[in-house]
């Protein structure tokens, strides 16, 4: 129903920044819409975290640790997600996987990116 294009992952010193983004396309005549979009992240040996999302209508919701660092934002027209990641810190080095919620009347799925790889040395 949707594929999910990551990009913007790399490696990135303490203290740098990166951007992330997803690009999401929906098959044509698909029934479902777009009701939120996500990051998450999985570290080798643990699993995988919320980071942020993006709710469709504006609002958005953090994981403590990223809070002040990071931002989440939308572009309508290409419907586009960005992470935004300031400030990075070496323990937010982890595989980054776009994550798309879509929604059909009382229908409800998900949809992952591949994921991209950022690495943030000390």
């Known amino acids: 129903q949707v594929q999910l294009v990551e990009s913007g992952g790399g490696l990135v010193q303490a203290g740098g920044s990166l951007r992330l983004s997803c690009a999401a396309s929906?098959?044509?005549?698909?029934?479902?819409?777009?009701?939120?979009m996500g990051w998450y992240r999985q570290a080798p040996g643990k699993q995988r975290e919320l980071v942020a999302v993006?709710?469709?209508?504006?609002?958005?919701r953090y994981a403590d640790s990223v809070k002040g660092r990071f931002t989440i934002s939308r572009d309508n027209a290409k419907n586009t997600v960005y992470l935004q990641m300031n400030s990075l810190k070496p323990e937010d080095t982890a595989v980054y996987y776009c994550?798309?919620?879509?929604?059909?009347?009382?229908?409800?799925?998900?949809?992952w990116g591949q994921g991209t790889q950022v690495t943030v040395s000390s």
């Open positions: 994550n798309s919620d879509l929604v059909s009347g009382s229908y409800r799925t998900v949809y």
């Open positions: 929906l098959a044509s005549g698909s029934i479902f819409s777009i009701n939120a």
């Open positions: 993006f709710i469709i209508g504006g609002s958005t």
